[in-house]
């Protein structure tokens, strides 16, 4: 029951950083998901260059 209060502190502190540490991580990688959606439907929204036959004939 008589647990050293800075250890108990250190083991805290340490909990913290690593939930900081993943949650960096996980907001990169959402980024990244988040670019590549932005991309891919940029690509799909660009309009098709339409060929004009007047033109060709």
Do not use: W
Not at 20 to 44: I, M, T
Request: proline share 5%; net charge positive; aromatic share 0%.
């Amino acid at each position: 029951m008589s647990e050293d209060p800075r250890k108990n502190m250190s083991s805290a502190k340490a909990r913290e950083e690593r939930l900081a540490a993943k949650l960096r991580e996980n907001l990169r990688r959402r980024k990244a998901q988040a670019r590549a959606v932005a991309g891919a439907e940029s690509d799909s929204d660009r309009p098709q260059p339409l060929s004009n036959s007047a033109d060709e004939g």
